[in-house]
């Protein structure tokens, strides 16, 4: 690999969302070529036993998954794999494609490692998506569906779109997640409600037998974020992953007045939430953390507090290439020292 901090400079020159861009030119190389995978063979893929779990029917090789919001289209799944990725979670993908909201509409906040985002569901749209995931899928690594409304769907008829998007990619994915919780959707985190979640999950899981995950917010009191994702969990959620995008802007110094923060200022506010959530849905439904995670120190310690597995997005801006292969070694290294030899076996640690 290139060594990401003599480039990380020049990339920082251009706009968050053009270096975006080039990143992706690169990644979606792989996909594109056809190039085979192989996990033994991978210098960035780690593949230890101590890493492996079983969930929702399918072999994760480690835990620590690319969140989404990064491979809107589904165009670097392969590339992800080579960056050591255990699982890829794709969108959000919208039923009609959408440009997404004006530009510019990604900004850095680089002294606090942090990115501040008002894209707004720009992605392709379900059907070429659903084209793309046909010509591939099943891939090596597990792959998430993250779907959401379009911007010009009235609240209404929200459900709709989740259950059109549910039908068209069934069978394409090895888990769906609902999107309700970014905040560059207007009205979108309205949906956060029992009246939606009860409807939603009753539809849902008539059309798909995949596992089916509430990604929640965390601009709510923790008390609020057990309620929502216990009453998810109740109508048929097979999963919680905590947390979206914050809308605290008190986070950072200077922030612009739209779009969600991720990073490195979200890691305390993510965990509060989740650890809310996992004293009471640990052992009842999987877990997965986002928010800030930058380290192995850190994803374990998400994962001791209950996350099966974790998801990083912001962080490999600042991180580079290298850095799910480290966390993935170092993760290993914290597992052995604390006698484990498996990691299931700390998931949940700090709640038994």
Not at 84 to 102: D, H, R, S
Not at 324 to 332: D, Q, R, V
Request: hydrophobic share 40%; net charge neutral.
């Amino acid at each position: 690999m290139i060594n990401y901090e003599s480039i990380k400079p020049l990339l920082f020159k251009l706009q968050p969302e053009n270096a975006h861009h080039i990143a992706e030119c690169v990644l979606r190389l792989p996909n594109i070529c056809q190039i085979p995978f192989n996990p033994f063979l991978e210098s960035h893929f780690i593949t230890d036993d101590i890493l492996t779990q079983d969930i929702f029917g399918r072999k994760f090789y480690n835990p620590v998954g690319l969140g989404a919001g990064f491979d809107k289209n589904a165009t670097m799944i392969r590339g992800m794999q080579i960056l050591g990725f255990g699982f890829t979670e794709i969108g959000t993908v919208t039923p009609k494609p959408q440009p997404g909201n004006p530009k510019p509409r990604m900004w850095r906040h680089i002294e606090e490692k942090s990115i501040q985002n008002a894209m707004g569901f720009n992605n392709d749209g379900a059907y070429k998506v659903v084209k793309r995931l046909k010509q591939r899928y099943p891939f090596s690594t597990p792959i998430g569906i993250n779907i959401g409304k379009n911007k010009i769907t009235p609240e209404k008829e929200a459900i709709n779109d989740y259950t059109h998007l549910i039908k068209a990619f069934d069978g394409l994915g090895d888990y769906f997640v609902i999107n309700i919780s970014s905040p560059n959707t207007p009205g979108l985190r309205d949906l956060q409600n029992e009246a939606f979640i009860t409807r939603l999950f009753a539809e849902a899981k008539a059309l798909t037998k995949m596992p089916i995950l509430l990604k929640i917010a965390p601009d709510m009191t923790p008390e609020d974020a057990v309620a929502l994702t216990t009453l998810a969990v109740q109508k048929g959620a097979d999963g919680i992953i905590a947390t979206n995008t914050t809308i605290d802007y008190s986070l950072v110094p200077h922030p612009h007045a739209v779009g969600g923060l991720s990073g490195a200022v979200l890691k305390e506010k993510s965990f509060a939430i989740f650890e809310a959530i996992a004293k009471e849905l640990y052992a009842k439904t999987t877990l997965i953390s986002v928010g800030g995670i930058d380290s192995a120190e850190e994803a374990y310690k998400r994962i001791k507090a209950g996350a099966s597995l974790v998801q990083i997005l912001s962080g490999i801006v600042f991180g580079g290439p290298d850095m799910i292969m480290n966390i993935n070694k170092e993760l290993i290294e914290l597992l052995r020292a604390d006698g484990y030899t498996n990691i299931s076996q700390a998931v949940g640690a700090d709640r038994k």
